[in-house]
């Protein structure tokens, strides 16, 4: 089981920028394969935001409609870190935020983070 722990949440204002960060420790039999950024607001599913994952040597990366151009996941494999960089926050961009990693494939996740919340006010 991989633990994960956000962190990088806050209050900013429209326009402004946030980056979140995603620390995975322990182990599992299987190497992760992917990572991924969600964000639910309450009352809603939860909605994919972006993940980054690897096939052979190289590392994809994928984002929601909503996000593309503005967010940039990124992840440093001598940390075992993710990050999301947020730019050009909108309000509609408050979420909770959680990681997720995956050992089993690009679009299947195992382990997940807390949360970290983001609120941009307008």
């Known amino acids: 089981q991989v633990q994960l722990v956000e962190s990088g949440g806050g209050l900013v204002q429209a326009g402004g920028s946030l980056r979140l960060s995603c620390a995975a420790s322990?182990?599992?039999?299987?190497?992760?394969?992917?990572m991924g950024w969600f964000r639910q607001v309450p009352g809603k599913e939860r909605e994919f935001v972006s993940r980054i994952w690897s096939a052979g040597s190289a590392w994809y990366t994928f984002y929601a409609d909503s996000v593309k151009g503005r967010f940039t996941i990124s992840r440093d494999n001598t940390k075992n870190t993710v990050y999301l960089q947020m730019n050009n926050l909108k309000p509609e961009d408050t979420a909770v935020y959680y990681c997720?990693?995956?050992?089993?494939?690009?679009?299947?996740?195992?382990?997940w983070g807390q949360g970290t919340q983001v609120t941009v006010s307008s």
């Open positions: 322990g182990h599992t039999d299987r190497r992760v394969v992917v």
């Open positions: 997720a990693a995956g050992v089993y494939g690009p679009i299947t996740y195992d382990s």
